[in-house]
């Protein structure tokens, strides 16, 4: 009898658990209102762009979004990176500063256009020596050549042609109403935005817009381009929503020592992709962390790799390939440790350094690291290793 009494109340037990283990599920699941699970953002579906945003839970998605360019297939006109940027131009009230090295996008331009006739501001600093400011009349929308600088012209835009025969105005920035802040390896340019690999952040920290402004306002100026330029960042070093982030403008800030000294505090490992790569100082530091045991590897895009960094980092035998791309691999990026990115408009050349008007910025935040790492492991998977004609060892 005793035995039967103490299965029936081990049963009452079981019973009074698995109720109270189903009620937990429930509240803490789906259905119920005490969730602790954090949100996630979702990132924007779009066919040609990837991208777009930290997650929630990251503390950049307070300031921070990011965008990268997909050219496969290109010329999807209307699914581009400016999908992105022409309702903010669209929705500006006050002022528009832009930059850019090529500027020749005609949804960026003609909104622009239509901006300035509803009476807001528009500055534009380009290189008409140096820079595409014409698109060929197949790409264009019209079917006649696009002269972007006419149009801008003839709309009463304030314009500063930056072209110089040494060095380049080679920021891509664009600031609206002093509240955001695009910038980036994007050219306003139909090459960059559906045919080039290409990084665009934009930022609503008033920190970092401030120092953007700073330097646009010289350079609208006139005549403080490259080596006249006096400004470089405002504040250089910054914590924003506890993120710290860094900002430099060449030829002021000397920018290669910097990302030197990053390279070489790196403990684990380093990814880079970029447009051009020819300073000895930064291949050195690669070689010697690659040499350490961090797993140093990198993309650079094929035309002409083979005359800059790309022989001494492939006799070293560091990983590196050439991109895949028929067109123009354009990132300027460093991934160092899987936590810090470096991106901006910054070649790594001593061009960039000394002589060209550039921006960089260093962000320390993983989710961030994320974003390029996975857009590294696109570009690396159609990459190629390097012809061994080019690669001449001493």
């Known amino acids: 009898m005793s035995r039967k009494r103490q299965t029936q109340g081990l049963t009452g037990i079981g019973l009074i658990i698995v109720i109270i283990f189903a009620l937990y599920n429930f509240l803490s699941g789906s259905g119920g209102t005490s969730s602790t699970v954090t949100p996630t953002a979702q990132l924007p579906s779009v066919p040609t762009v990837s991208g777009g945003g930290s997650t929630g839970s990251d503390p950049t998605s307070a300031w921070l979004k990011i965008y990268f360019t997909n050219p496969n297939p290109p010329d999807q006109v209307g699914s581009g990176i400016d999908q992105f940027v022409v309702p903010e131009i669209n929705n500006a009230q006050k002022t528009i500063d832009v930059t850019s090295f090529d500027l020749n996008l005609p949804s960026f331009v003609n909104a622009l256009v239509a901006d300035a ?8 600093v380009y290189d008409g020596k ?3 400011q014409t698109l060929a009349a197949a790409q ?3 079917g006649q050549d696009f002269d972007a600088i006419a149009v801008m012209k003839g709309a ?5 042609d930056g072209g110089r025969s040494s060095g380049l105005m080679h920021n891509k920035m664009i600031i609206i109403d002093g509240r955001i802040l695009f910038m980036g390896s994007w050219n306003m340019s139909y090459n960059d935005t559906f045919r080039n690999n290409n990084n665009l952040l934009e930022i609503t920290d008033q920190s970092l817009i401030a120092n953007y402004q700073a330097k646009f306002d010289e350079l609208v100026a006139g005549g403080h381009f490259g080596t006249h330029a006096t400004v470089g960042a405002q504040k250089s070093q910054l914590t924003i929503s506890g993120v710290q982030v860094l900002n430099y403008f060449s030829p002021v800030d000397n920018v290669m020592d910097k990302l030197v000294t990053l390279v ?6 380093v990814r880079f992709m970029i447009f051009t790569y020819t300073d000895k100082n930064l291949a050195a530091a690669m070689i010697s962390r690659y040499q350490a045991g961090v797993d140093v590897a990198g993309v650079i895009e094929n035309r002409g790799a083979s005359q800059g960094a790309l022989v001494p980092l492939a006799c070293a035998k560091v990983p590196v390939k050439v991109d895949g791309n028929k067109y123009t691999m354009h990132h300027k990026v460093i991934i160092i440790d899987g936590s810090i990115v470096v991106t901006g408009s910054f070649n790594f050349t001593k061009s960039a350094d000394t002589e060209n008007d550039d921006n960089l910025l260093v962000i320390y935040d993983q989710a961030v690291a994320k974003q390029y790492l996975d857009e590294f492991d696109r570009i690396n998977a159609i990459a190629k290793d390097p012809d061994p004609a080019n690669i001449k060892c001493p």
């Open 156 to 160: 009463g835009v304030q314009l500063v």
């Open 117 to 124: 006739q509803r009476g807001v501001q528009i500055r534009v």
């Open 140 to 142: 264009s929308p019209t």
């Open 264 to 269: 070489n505090g790196a403990q684990h490992s």
């Open 130 to 132: 140096n820079g595409s």
